[in-house]
């Protein structure tokens, strides 16, 4: 499996926006499968564990504030390059950088609140895959 699967979490902001189903509805339409997915609302340890990489850095606390701030959309996507595709699809943290049509350039708002969310390597795909999910939740 490994080298085939992202991670994704459709972030707070597009969850309480409505673009939950077009958003994956287009990452669908780029070719990946949905292996795993569930509407979950985390707490402060729940947000502050997946983004324990960023906790020295100074937008940490505001960043775990947002992604308790509602339900967000975990899922585990399968696709060939899955990892740097994804990337390519979800477009630059900050929208204001994100290509035309990336899903952030349609559906972010700000570098904070910018929609969604997309592993950076394989080795981390696998670690938040199994952060939000079971094997035996994973197709
Ligand atoms: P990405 O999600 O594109 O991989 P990072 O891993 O660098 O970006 O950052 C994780 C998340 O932290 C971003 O998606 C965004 O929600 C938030 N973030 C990143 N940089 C900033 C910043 N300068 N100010 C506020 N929030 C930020
Ligand atoms: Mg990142």
Do not use: Q, W
């Not at 902001?13 to 949905?34: F, Q």
């Not at 701030?69 to 994100?98: Q, Y």
Request: glycine share 8%; aromatic share 8%; with cysteine.
């Amino acid at each position: 499996m490994s080298g085939n699967i992202t991670l994704t979490i459709i972030k707070p902001d597009a969850v309480a926006n409505g673009h939950t189903g077009k958003i994956i509805d287009h990452i669908i339409s780029a070719g990946y499968k949905v292996k795993a997915m569930k509407m979950i609302h985390m707490n402060d340890r729940e947000a502050g564990g997946f983004y324990e990489v960023h906790k020295e850095r100074p937008f940490f606390n505001d960043l775990v504030s947002f992604m308790t701030s509602g339900p967000c959309v975990p899922m585990v996507l399968e696709k060939d390059n899955a990892v740097a595709d994804f990337r390519t699809l979800i477009g630059a943290t900050n929208p204001a950088d994100a290509a035309e049509g990336t899903i952030r350039n349609l559906y972010a708002k700000s570098i904070e609140a910018n929609a969604i969310h997309g592993s950076d390597s394989d080795e981390n795909a696998l670690r938040e895959a199994g952060y939000f999910f079971s094997e035996l939740e994973m197709f």
